[in-house]
């Protein structure tokens, strides 16, 4: 079944501790992002990919890094989480050549305290 | 940046009622994709549509490039619709990136 996982689903956790995100999609797409969903402001672009080590800026991108190692993987990591960054994100990749046709994974609910 | 604005921002229908969901956006457009966020919050894929008409089943949706809109209607609704339907632009130039409407709250009566 064609999809994007993403794990975990749901994390809560502690200032500052380190954690990571994974994003893994079986569609052979160049093309994938990651976005944060927040009441009253809808979904924002943290970064994006075009393919194997090509990665660039979103909205906001602030307090994330991402890699592109691999075709089918784009882990988000957040160095030191603080409580703004308590979110729904959400991973996505896309077909296309010049425009992208993105598919989204189910969503990682994370809470900083 | 590109405004992209989702009318209405509520809606309450019967179980069996048609609607029409309308997005306009404030400058061209290269990409135009509706998704359908359910109660569990997964973003469902609906349509990819960036000029045109497309119809998958009950669902059909329409854009007008040129007069910088697109319209989703949904016939004979069901229940399991409902949930907050969204409409994303990639703005013509941009750097791949999708903005997205603030959605419309669809809520289908039994």
């Known amino acids: 079944e064609a999809q994007v996982t993403q794990n975990p689903r749901y994390l809560i956790t502690v200032t500052g501790k380190k954690l990571t995100v994974t994003c893994s999609q079986n569609?052979?797409?160049?093309?994938m992002s990651w976005y944060r969903q927040d009441p009253g402001l809808g979904l924002r672009q943290i970064y994006y990919?075009?393919?194997?080590?090509?990665?660039d800026k979103g909205d906001v991108p602030e307090g994330y890094k991402v890699s592109r190692k691999e075709k089918r993987n784009f882990p988000l990591i957040l160095e030191s989480p603080s409580p703004n960054q308590t979110s729904l994100y959400f991973c996505?990749?896309?077909?296309?050549?010049?425009?992208?046709?993105?598919?989204f994974g189910p969503g990682t609910r994370l809470t900083v305290t | 940046g590109i405004q992209v604005e989702q009318s209405p921002p509520d809606l309450i229908l019967q179980e069996g009622a048609n609607s029409t969901l309308r997005c306009n956006f404030s400058?061209?457009?290269?990409?135009l994709q509706w998704f359908h966020q359910n109660p569990w919050g997964q973003l469902i894929n609906l349509f990819y549509?960036?000029?045109g008409t497309k119809q998958n089943g009950r669902l059909s949706a329409t854009t007008v490039a040129t007069e910088r809109y697109s319209l989703l209607y949904i016939s004979s609704s069901q229940t399991t619709d409902s949930g907050v339907y969204f409409c994303?632009?990639?703005?013509?130039?941009?750097?791949?990136?999708?903005?997205f409407g603030s959605g419309t709250q669809l809520t289908v009566l039994p």
């Open positions: 990919s075009m393919n194997v080590e090509v990665t």
């Open positions: 400058d061209s457009v290269n990409n």
């Open positions: 994303a632009v990639e703005p013509s130039g941009s750097a791949r990136q999708l903005t």
């Open positions: 996505a990749s896309g077909r296309g050549t010049t425009y992208y046709e993105q598919y």
């Open positions: 549509i960036p000029s």
């Open positions: 569609m052979n797409h160049e093309y």
